[in-house]
């Protein structure tokens, strides 16, 4: 009984944020900077995928994929340290400024 609770609640959080995503203008794609014109793409695909894709396989879409940064583990930790209320970087907490605390 509490799993079909569950899976009811999280289909309304999809069909929410699906509503949410639908209500979204796509945006152009021509006639502004290269840097502005890449940064729609990435918009308009994210929408598309938001939309029509397997919200479960969110992680492993080709969007969010090539926008995690992996090469740089030094800046990965730095920005997961600077969430508010991180705890990622050696048990220190991020203050409300980003700054770990010592």
């Not at 079909?4 to 944020?17: E, S, V």
Request: hydrophobic fraction near 40%.
């Amino acid at each position: 009984m509490q799993r079909q609770k569950l899976d009811t609640y999280h289909k309304q959080l999809m069909q929410d944020l699906r509503e949410e995503f639908k209500a979204m203008p796509e945006l152009p794609v021509s006639g502004l900077p290269a840097t502005r014109i890449c940064w729609n793409k990435y918009q308009n695909r994210l929408r598309h995928l938001m939309l029509h894709g397997n919200l479960k396989k969110f992680l492993r879409w080709d969007v969010i994929l090539s926008s995690i940064k992996l090469d740089d583990v030094q800046w990965t930790e730095w920005s997961i340290a600077h969430i508010p209320g991180s705890t990622y970087l050696m048990g220190a907490r991020a203050t409300e400024h980003g700054l770990p605390e010592a």
